[in-house]
T-cell receptor, first 114, second 109 residues
Framework: SAVISQKPSRDICQRGTSLTIQCQVDSQVTMMFWYRQQPGQSLTLIATANQGSEATYESGFVIDKFPISRPNLTFSTLTVSNMSPEDSSIYLC???????????FGEGSWLTVV | EDKVVQSPLSLVVHEGDTVTLNCSYEVTNFRSLLWYKQEKKAPTFLFMLTSSGIEKKSGRLSSILDKKELFSILNITATQTGDSAVYLCAAFEGGKLIFGQGTELSVKP
């Protein structure tokens, strides 16, 4: 497996502000993903973070709201822009490890928008 | 549209019981089926299944995949209160994981 560190682990944010979540992996990985888990719901993929190019967004998610960076094979950021209470969720970074093609998750970033 | 469906959505058992959790999928370009356990934090990886009929086992947990009927089961024997969690199954189609709704398991002492 890999060690996947997310920061912040938890935050309370004001409506209308933006927050950037960082994801650091202790080894180079081929694919990195960002998921959202709203209260009481399952996980929904926001986008695949592509190294050196624009992220690939799923239906219902747009770059202006969720800009993503991936400058190298071990690091990515997700920004939640112009937050509203509906953005209160757990945001999870995940990685695909080449060996076994298994996907592992970071500890998650719990955001509450007030 | 790709989808993964889990059943039951919730389950209450007593310690020592055996439970079976179900996961069916309809996914184009299916590659593998993964099971995760989620307590009050991020999902923890349990199993990845790629071949039909081969049981994977870890302690009291085991899982098997049927690629013909497009489903998987997760068995937990001799349940303990520490098994209380949401169990998620997800189908990997090469580019992403598609998650089911989860089964919330509660094990009573």
């Amino acid at each position: 497996s890999a060690v996947i560190s997310q920061k912040p682990s938890r935050d309370i944010c004001q409506r209308g502000t933006s927050l950037t979540i960082q994801c650091q992996v202790d080894s180079q990985v081929t694919m990195m993903f960002w998921y959202r888990q709203q209260p009481g719901q399952s996980l929904t993929l926001i986008a695949t973070a592509n190294q050196g190019s624009e992220a690939t967004y799923e239906s219902g998610f747009v770059i202006d709201k969720f800009p993503i960076s991936r400058p190298n094979l071990t690091f990515s950021t997700l920004t939640v822009s112009n937050m509203s209470p509906e953005d209160s969720s757990i945001y999870l970074c995940s990685v695909l490890l080449g060996i076994g093609n298994t996907i592992y998750f970071g500890e998650g970033s719990w955001l509450t928008v007030v | 549209e790709d989808k993964v469906v889990q059943s039951p959505l919730s389950l209450v058992v007593h310690e020592g019981d055996t439970v079976t959790l179900n996961c069916s999928y309809e996914v184009t370009n299916f590659r593998s089926l993964l099971w995760y356990k989620q307590e009050k934090k991020a999902p923890t990886f349990l199993f990845m299944l790629t071949s039909s009929g081969i049981e994977k086992k870890s302690g009291r947990l085991s899982s098997i995949l049927d690629k013909k009927e497009l489903f998987s089961i997760l068995n937990i024997t001799a349940t303990q209160t520490g098994d209380s969690a949401v169990y998620l199954c997800a189908a990997f189609e090469g580019g992403k994981l598609i998650f089911g709704q989860g089964t919330e398991l509660s094990v009573k002492p």
